[in-house]
């Protein structure tokens, strides 16, 4: 079971930093992404990370300003998002899927886990 949390509203330029805490054992074994809706618009792909987390990928459009990251130790997962643009706003969604290997998949397709959203608003 995965629940994000850290959403809020904020200013263009902002930063906030968005937390997926996972429950049970094993979330080192779990590639996780984090993907975000906007209104009027499909769930799109942001960021994605390695089980392990030497591997991490982006969407262009995120690319310089999120950085993903995860503390296996703490179960949790972690995007950090800097120079926030209006165009951000979405709701914001943690998922996950176990891997047996380094692989980092941006197809929503390929994640079988998802926490619940958090809402992200950017205003200027």
């Known amino acids: 079971q995965l629940q994000a949390s850290g959403g809020g509203s904020v200013q263009t330029g902002d930063s906030l930093t968005l937390s997926c805490a996972a429950s049970?054992?094993?979330?080192?074994?779990?590639?996780m992404g984090w993907f975000r809706q906007g209104p009027g618009r499909e769930r799109e792909f942001v960021a994605g990370?390695?089980?392990?987390?030497?591997?991490?990928y982006y969407a262009e459009s995120v690319k310089g300003r999120f950085t993903i990251s995860r503390d296996n130790a703490k179960n949790t997962g972690y995007l950090e998002m800097n120079s926030l643009k209006s165009e951000d706003t979405a709701v914001y969604f943690c998922?996950?899927?176990?891997?047996?290997?380094?692989?980092?998949?941006?197809?929503?397709?390929?994640?079988?886990?998802w926490g619940q959203g958090t809402q992200v608003t950017v205003s200027s």
């Open positions: 998922a996950a899927r176990s891997t047996t290997s380094a692989v980092v998949y941006t197809a929503q397709r390929h994640y079988n886990h």
């Open positions: 049970g054992r094993s979330f080192s074994l779990y590639m």
């Open positions: 990370i390695s089980r392990s987390g030497d591997s991490t």
